[in-house]
């Protein structure tokens, strides 16, 4: 379920650090009051990650009630972007990517020129 990521309207990573003892309506009350998002907005997913990078918790409403799932790892960890708490909305591709532990938000990003290089 969690590693497909097809069928989803849209998706959004909690940036920062989550406290995953949180319940369907703790991370629901996140959701609304801090990121200004719909909790019930269906076919969207709202994924959140602790301090330690191996679990994840994933959000849904799916019209008639919630879908809380949780990820453990065995081996390895997600790349999490921890450098804001905001909610970030991702792509299916972005979410492919993170579910291979693959970085989502690349550190260093490649900038365009605004003038080519002198090569005389």
Not at 79 to 92: C, G, K
Request: proline share 3%; net charge neutral; with cysteine.
């Amino acid at each position: 379920m969690l590693n497909d990521g097809t069928g989803f309207k849209k998706i959004y990573l909690a940036m920062g650090f989550t406290d995953l003892r949180r319940g369907i309506d703790g991370l629901a009350n996140i959701v609304r009051f801090h990121f200004r998002l719909d909790s019930y907005d269906k076919n969207t997913l709202f994924l959140f990650c602790g301090r330690r990078s191996d679990r994840i918790k994933a959000l849904l409403w799916e019209g008639d009630g919630f879908l809380l799932l949780y990820k453990r790892l065995d081996n390895g960890a997600f790349h999490w972007p921890r450098s804001a708490d905001e909610a970030l909305e991702i792509s299916e591709e972005q979410y492919r990517m993170l579910m291979q532990g693959l970085e989502v938000v690349a550190k260093h990003p490649i900038r365009a020129l605004e003038e080519p290089p002198d090569l005389m």
